[in-house]
């Protein structure tokens, strides 16, 4: 079992920066792939960026690349999302996810990830 608490969100205007976290509780953390997604009001929840277990590997959607950057720390149980250059169209509840099942071919497909956190809100205002 794997419970996710995410962090870090806020307001912040164009072209600015925030740093998400997620912090993960459970021994199993380390053996889980990690994913952020988001969800615009009326939109459906998209992939934003993915990590491996190890961290070896990752994996952006095209709008977000060179101006986020995923990571994770598994000796703090931790997976972060570096948000630079942010846009008003960034603007979302962020969630994380994990999952042993994702890799680095299919960590945008949502329904791989068996735990979520309960996200956290991002504006960036124009």
């Known amino acids: 079992q794997v419970q996710l608490v995410e962090s870090g969100g806020g307001l912040v205007q164009a072209g600015g920066s925030l740093r998400l976290s997620c912090a993960g509780s459970?021994?199993?953390?380390?053996?889980?792939?990690m994913g952020w997604f988001r969800q615009a009001p009326g939109k459906e929840r998209e992939f934003v960026a993915g990590i491996s277990w190890s961290g070896g590997s990752t994996n952006y959607v095209d709008s977000v690349k060179g101006r986020f950057t995923i990571s994770r720390d598994n000796a703090k149980n931790t997976v972060y999302l570096q948000m630079n250059s942010l846009k008003p169209e960034d603007t979302a509840v962020y969630y994380c996810?994990?999952?042993?099942?994702?890799?680095?071919?299919?960590?945008?497909?949502?329904?791989?990830?068996?735990?979520w956190g309960q996200g956290t809100q991002v504006t960036v205002s124009s």
């Open positions: 459970g021994r199993t953390f380390s053996r889980h792939a």
């Open positions: 996810a994990a999952g042993e099942r994702p890799t680095i071919a299919t960590m945008m497909q949502r329904l791989l990830y068996e735990y």
